[in-house]
Nanobody, 115 residues
Framework: QVQLAEAGGGLVQPWGTLRLSCAAS????????MVWYRQAPGNQRDMVAT???????NYADSVEGRFTNSKDNAKNTVYLQLNSLKPEDTAVYYC?????????WGQGTKVTVAS
């Protein structure tokens, strides 16, 4: 059974930093891409960053240059480093993976950027 568990959210001031993590179990971690999404209140869930099984990364334009996606295959964990945070980054952040036709989501971790 595949499970994803995010952690690391919290309240941070503008221009602050946070490091989110997503621990995965029940899958061959290095074989599948992992994706970070976020959902602000009243908005749809949007893709933030992806990392392939081989470690190649891709980012939404809104976070390019501020967020960094990385992974530790030995720990079955993917990380999202959030730098230079803005109030508009406030959202619940989710990790996601898809194995064949089955989609898996974590429970989300809330990030609030406010002074």
């Amino acid at each position: 059974q595949v499970q994803l568990a995010e952690a690391g959210g919290g309240l941070v001031q503008p221009w602050g930093t946070l490091r989110l993590s997503c621990a995965a179990s029940g899958l061959i971690f290095s074989s599948y891409p992992m994706v970070w999404y976020r959902q602000a209140p009243g908005n749809q869930r949007d893709m933030v960053a992806t990392i392939s099984g081989g470690g190649r990364t891709n980012y939404a334009d809104s976070v390019e240059g501020r967020f960094t996606n990385s992974k530790d295959n030995a720990k079955n964990t993917v990380y999202l480093q959030l730098n230079s945070l803005k109030p508009e980054d406030t959202a619940v952040y989710y990790c996601y993976t898809k194995i064949f036709s089955t989609i898996y989501w974590g429970q989300g971790t809330k990030v609030t950027v406010a002074s």
